[in-house]
């Protein structure tokens, strides 16, 4: 019943506890559920948008666009915030707009068939270019509902979290429901496992792949409204960066790049794994905050290879 695909999903599961263990002996303090919830507040917005990131992953493809447009998200929401809009018109604006930038990249990515990398590159440019159509500057968001959302906390016990934090757990629960318990999941898992026998068997691949993106353009869009919440500000330089946090929190999490294996939950591990190599590097005080990115190239470069070899053993065992 043990199947080689979770290995790399068990091996996340067991390293985010290895590494909060690690912490939790050497650090006092460290070891508390108010340290766990920070890393679920301080890693939100991320969360959000490496589930947008699983789907394009587990499909075959990839997505590089999500930073910038949780940036655009960030400047739409603060230029719109300062004309005097209400944030129930604002919110689901950049919602849909960020739906609708990713169908348009899955729609291009499939009728004219382009490497998603070429596609999303292109939306990358064009998001953050956008950014400074608006503004060159930052623009302070000085509305009484987001400040609200941002210093609201729902205290459970002694600890408390964040409205993010609910949000970007509602977010995973969905994600969840729509991988294993829809026929969009199972589709995105087919397509990402052979596009080719999808077709053949009369699965919906163009409507699949368009839901796909525009999916991850909506998470990226959740994961700016997220994001405005926790900065209180729009700027073009938001996020820079974070499409490669996202792709690594999917691959550490049991993602193969090359598709049609992949998993929510492995996702949510992943990003916490981020968070608490940030946390242990705050604690020790002494270390630079890059490390953070060394050791999540090494952690990738681990998973990777690892990937690799039991997808070779799996095929040797095929071919006997």
Not at 244 to 267: E, F, K, M, P, R
Request: proline content about 2%.
């Amino acid at each position: 019943m043990f199947r080689r695909k979770y290995i790399p999903i068990f091996i996340t599961v067991g390293l985010f506890a290895l590494i909060f263990a690690l912490g939790s002996f050497r650090y006092t303090g460290f070891f508390s559920t108010q340290v766990l919830f920070n890393l679920l507040i301080d890693n939100a917005f991320l969360l959000i948008v490496a589930i947008g990131m699983t789907f394009v992953i587990v499909s075959g493809g990839i997505d590089l666009s999500v930073g910038s447009m949780v940036a655009l998200t960030t400047m739409l929401s603060a230029s719109l915030l300062q004309e005097g809009l209400s944030p129930a018109l604002v919110i689901p604006f950049v919602l849909l707009a960020g739906f609708l930038f990713g169908a348009g990249m899955g729609a291009v990515i499939h009728y004219f068939n382009i490497q998603p990398f070429i596609v999303t590159l292109a939306g990358m440019f064009l998001a953050r270019g956008l950014c400074y159509v608006i503004s060159i500057n930052t623009i302070t968001i000085n509305d009484k509902f987001y400040q609200s959302i941002a210093l609201t906390k729902i205290y459970l016990g002694d600890s408390f979290i964040s409205i993010s934090v609910i949000l970007a757990l509602a977010t995973l629960l969905l994600a969840v429901y729509l991988a294993h318990y829809t026929r969009f999941g199972r589709n995105t898992y087919a397509v990402g496992g052979n596009e080719q026998s999808a077709l053949l068997m009369g699965l919906p691949v163009a409507r699949t792949k368009v839901l796909i993106y525009g999916f991850s353009g909506f998470c990226s869009a959740m994961g700016g409204v997220v994001f405005t919440f926790y900065m209180l500000s729009g700027y073009g330089l938001h996020a820079v960066g974070l499409e490669l946090d996202a792709i690594a929190a999917v691959v550490i999490g049991g993602a193969l790049l090359t598709g049609g294996v992949g998993y929510v939950v492995g996702t949510f591990f992943g990003v916490m794994i981020q968070g608490v190599i940030q946390t242990i590097i705050t604690f020790e005080g002494t270390l630079s905050s890059w490390w953070t990115k060394i050791v999540i190239g090494m952690l990738l470069f681990l998973f990777i290879v690892l990937q690799r070899v039991l997808g070779a053993r799996a095929g040797s065992s095929q071919t006997r």
